[in-house]
């Protein structure tokens, strides 16, 4: 992997992992366009990005990395469990439904959910408006619909936004929680790649690694930023669209 491939990839990574449109899918697409072979190198490259990703959220919401709010990091961990145990135990199965068609279908379904949605939605009042007021119930819900993001192409952060907005968080609130929960299933998700490709990285070239862990950091926390100003003045239904599109481009490649 050259530094220009590290740089598209990072930015991908960063772009499409807060957003409700599956970075799995697009990372997919894209290894592919750049020629990107799945090689030991590249796969320690991927936990790189992801670890960047991470350390975006804690810097994005710093403030939140406290005692005072132990009680909003508790619900976290409840909402984490049920994809943390369903994601361990089925994990080779989940492997084996990477596919594009799978990907693709994903992302339709996935746009037609967000646009249903919105529309059996339009007009109401959230109740909750604040990512510190769910109560453990609604985060034991948002956890549940979290495990349909194992299907590839679903998206972890759609599934748990729309969780979120089925239990009463307003778009705000529901991307939020979505970001705080990124943590603990990706801090999972990026070990266990990690155990299994430590010795990856010894072997790894340095540039395209410090590289891609800078402009994945950088975009993932410019996307944060930007995603929650969009949400307090527009909907989902643009993201609707976006995977209806994207999904059937898919479709049409593999044709």
Known sequence: MDV???????VIEGVTEFLPISSTGHM??????LGVAQTDDNKAFEVIIQLAAILAVVASYREKFSLQYLELWKKVVLAFIPIGAVGFLLHKQIKAMFTVEIVAVMFILGGIIFLLVEWLHKGRDYPVKQVEDLSYKQAAWIGFAQIFALIPGT??????IIGALLVGLD??????FSFLLAMPVMLAASGFDLLKHYHDFAGAQLLPLLVGFAVAFISAWLVMRLFISFLQRFTFNAFGIYRIAFGGLLLWMVM
Request: aromatic share 4%; proline share 0%; charged share 15%.
């Open 28 to 33: 997919i697409v894209a290894s592919q366009w």
């Open 155 to 160: 998206s972890r952060a759609g599934a748990s």
């Open 171 to 176: 778009r705000k609130a529901s991307a939020e």
């Open 4 to 10: 220009l491939q590290a740089i598209i990839l990072a």
